[in-house]
């Protein structure tokens, strides 16, 4: 099996920066892809941003030039640094990763519980 722990929410000032971390710890033989989605009050999860093994990311239009990730391949842990934060950008915000256990399994897709991000105005 395999946890992702998510760190870094809570409620910032428009303008103002957060820093978000997910770790993944159990049964894993490599991560392909991970990334971060959010979910809004009555809106479908979006992707945010993802980052392959290799260190290309692909930033949503929305968060372009703002929000940046990146991952440590030695700590299995993806981070989102998020500036200029603004309301809309406010949504419980969820890890992903896509997991190889080992050698012979396929990929599974793994999320972790969500960590809420609030921007007041």
């Known amino acids: 099996q395999v946890q992702l722990v998510e760190s870094g929410g809570g409620l910032v000032q428009a303008g103002g920066s957060l820093r978000l971390s997910c770790a993944a710890s159990?049964?894993?033989?490599?991560?392909?892809?991970l990334g971060w989605h959010r979910q809004a009050p009555g809106k479908q999860r979006e992707l945010v941003a993802v980052?392959?093994?290799?260190?290309?990311?692909n930033i949503a239009d929305s968060v372009k030039g703002r929000f940046t990730i990146s991952r440590d391949n030695t700590k299995n842990t993806v981070y989102l640094q998020m500036n200029s934060l603004k309301p809309e950008d406010t949504a419980v915000y969820y890890c992903?990763?896509?997991?190889?256990?080992?050698?012979?399994?396929?990929?599974?897709?793994?999320w972790g519980q969500g960590t809420q991000v609030t921007v007041s105005s």
């Open positions: 992903h990763a896509a997991v190889v256990r080992n050698i012979v399994s396929g990929v599974d897709d793994y």
């Open positions: 980052v392959s093994s290799g260190g290309s990311a």
């Open positions: 159990g049964s894993i033989f490599s991560i392909n892809v």
